[in-house]
């Protein structure tokens, strides 16, 4: 919409002579689109304001969604809507935050309030700052089918979800979150379309054969055509950058984006988010999910890398969660062992090229001269958790004591840590797999996929069906529970664990030479000592169920307990490690527990 009240309307349909845009409201009418270079289809008419619906009328007489659709307050089968600008922003000075001071919250707006909408997210945003979050993530929100879908069947790629409340429900609520010193991370899916009312290969080439991923035909990023295709994505990162003033977007599966270029997409998005950070004044980040251990994502253009700002670290979790559950089954089986979980703390991955058994490959490589800031770490996350047949959240999988250590070992991280909506207070509502397609086939098919996904784990029980309004509601959070009993006790230890990491030098240091890690197999212990120029501390975790001794650092350092994660403040057993512990003495460790010593007290 432009300010005189017309509207601009441009199409890439390369396989179409002709294109005509069919206003039905306010009034009924039907322009031709003047065709041009490219195959691009545009015409401004007068007098379409914001509200005005639309669709595009191909040769065929078939009207389609616009595929740049800003609104599809019909769904994704429905017309398109001209959304304005003139949003009433309060966040002038904002410039958003260094990527290393991020503390990132993963969320879904369905789930996360009993609205489910953007607008149900803003009044629990102090609470989120005030536990020690700097950054709130939410999984995408690009037009889907229906009123439940995690966001990955998103189809109107430039259209917030209509359920979840639109363009002017995004930008309150980003907005109210800038207002609170909270950054906004976008998730963006740039590695496929969603089955239900995917029309975008209707007007062009899109969509490749050459190439297949899980989800279907690849999207065409090196083929015929592709340098349009190219421009649609990059276009939808800087519209959510400039339009919606989000801080960061975090990249669904890159490792499914295909593309032999000499100069590849995932590089191109890189520079032109940048490009656009700089011209507005702003930090803009982007974070890649990869399972490629693949550090040219994140390392400089100069040096050959893409230039992405961070990326998910699935070695992290999966080493975690090996030590804390003893699950071995899929994925699972290439961890379980101490040093697994110490390698990655080194340096961002646990495998850097030798042998995976669950790929029967060598995987990865060594991410030189990367620092702990290129990395996002988690205990939990929407994968990890809702890709499980019964959605199940660590506080089903574990106890108390090991929701405690598996919180610390994120947090006392030298990487960006990342918490997923309700583990700060052990949330115990599943987070489950759920859509909302009306293709009575396509949802049949989901349930058959989904069933087969669960083979590699050995779960062989009936799913959830995730076509039930009822997987949807169990999934929601009940923040009540952060009031009572065991979950406020964590809430509080989650806290602190934050305060500490913000307040304590050697705590918020990312860089990895200033960690020194440890490991023994044998007695499942492992220490880490951080160090900056102004401090230093260490953090012994024991992952077995047995009292076990490990060693301080070597030196002359008199170390200071500041947590016993065992200590009966924290509803544990009882503490066994000492109050001071000498450089190179043993000290003992109660089970399936942690103690953080400074090289001074505090208070």
């Known amino acids: ?20 845009v069919h206003i039905s409201e306010p009034a009924d009418r039907i322009v031709p689109l003047e065709s041009g270079a490219r195959g691009y289809h545009s015409a401004t008419v007068d007098v379409v304001a914001a509200g005005a619906l639309y669709k595009l009328r191909l040769p065929d007489a078939r009207e389609l969604s616009d595929p740049a659709s800003r ?18 922003w309060t966040d002038e000075r904002w410039r958003g935050r260094e990527l290393a001071d991020y503390v990132i919250y993963e969320l879904h707006t369905g789930t ?11 009044p629990w945003l102090d609470a989120v700052v005030e536990l020690g979050i700097t950054a709130i993530e939410v999984m995408p929100i690009a037009q889907f089918p229906g009123a439940r879908n995690w966001g990955y069947d998103g189809v109107s790629m430039f259209a917030p979800q209509n359920s979840y409340g639109g363009p002017d429900g995004l930008r309150r609520l980003v907005d109210a979150a800038h207002s609170r010193g909270l950054g906004v991370v976008l998730d963006v899916v740039y590695n496929h379309l969603g089955p239900e009312g995917n029309y975008l290969g209707e007007f062009g080439p899109y969509f490749t054969d050459r190439y297949w991923t899980a989800w279907g035909s690849a999207m065409n990023y090196d083929g015929p055509g592709s340098d349009e295709v190219r421009r649609f994505f990059l276009e939808n990162a800087l519209m959510w950058v400039r339009d919606y003033h989000i801080d960061a977007l975090r990249l669904d599966a890159v490792h499914a984006i295909i593309d032999t270029s000499a100069r590849t997409f995932l590089q191109e998005l890189a520079e032109a988010v940048h490009a656009e950070a700089a011209r507005l004044g702003r930090r803009i980040h982007l974070i890649a999910e990869t399972d490629l251990n693949d550090p040219r994502i994140v390392s400089a253009p100069e040096s050959g890398g893409y230039g992405h700002d961070a990326q998910w670290s699935d070695d992290f979790h999966h080493a975690l969660h090996a030590l804390i559950t003893g699950e071995n089954d899929g994925y699972y089986a290439d961890f379980g ?4 979980l110490a390698k990655t703390l080194r340096q961002g991955y646990a495998y850097t090229g030798q042998h995976s058994q669950f790929r029967s490959r060598r995987h990865g490589a060594m991410p030189v001269g990367l620092g702990g800031e290129k990395f996002v770490v988690c205990s939990q996350n929407h994968d990890q958790v809702g890709n499980r047949m019964l959605g199940e959240r660590l506080s089903t999988l574990t106890s108390f004591e090991g929701l405690k250590v598996a919180a610390a070992a994120t947090i006392l991280s ?8 309700g583990e700060e207070y052990g949330e115990t509502a599943p987070f489950l797999y759920f859509v909302d397609h009306s293709d009575k086939e396509l949802l049949d098919a989901v349930r058959k996929g989904r069933a087969a ?25 009940r923040h009540e529970l952060a009031s009572e009993g065991e979950h406020a006790t964590l809430r509080d230890f989650y806290k602190m664990l934050l ?7 050697a705590l918020g240091d990312l860089c990895l030479t200033n960690a020194v890690v440890t490991a023994s197999n044998d007695t499942k212990t492992l220490v880490m000592r951080r160090f900056s120029d102004q401090a230093e501390s260490f953090v012994a975790f024991n992952f077995s169920d047995e009292i076990v001794e ?4 070597q030196g002359e350092t008199l170390w200071h307990r500041v947590i016993d994660s065992a200590d009966e403040k924290w509803r544990g057993s009882g503490a066994v490690s000492p109050q001071q512990a000498q450089g190179g003495k043993p000290l003992k460790l109660a089970p399936m527990s942690f103690a953080l010593y400074l090289e001074r007290a505090i208070g």
């Open 1 to 20: 919409m432009l300010p005189d009240g017309s509207t601009k309307f441009t199409v890439w349909a390369p396989q179409h002579e002709r294109v005509e």
């Open 71 to 88: 609104f599809q307050p019909e769904g994704v089968h429905g017309r398109s809507q001209v959304v304005a600008d003139d949003f009433g």
């Open 112 to 122: 996360f309030s009993a609205e489910g909408t953007f607008d149900g997210i803003i």
């Open 337 to 340: 062992e101490t040093e697994h």
């Open 414 to 421: 030298p990487f960006i840590p990342m918490l997923f909506m």
């Open 453 to 477: 996904e669960f083979t590699a784990f050995g779960w062989d029980a009936e799913p959830p069906d995730p076509g039930a309004p009822e997987t949807h509601a169990q999934s929601r959070l």
């Open 499 to 505: 305060r500490l990491r913000r307040t304590h030098a």
């Open 550 to 553: 490990c060693t301080a650092p």
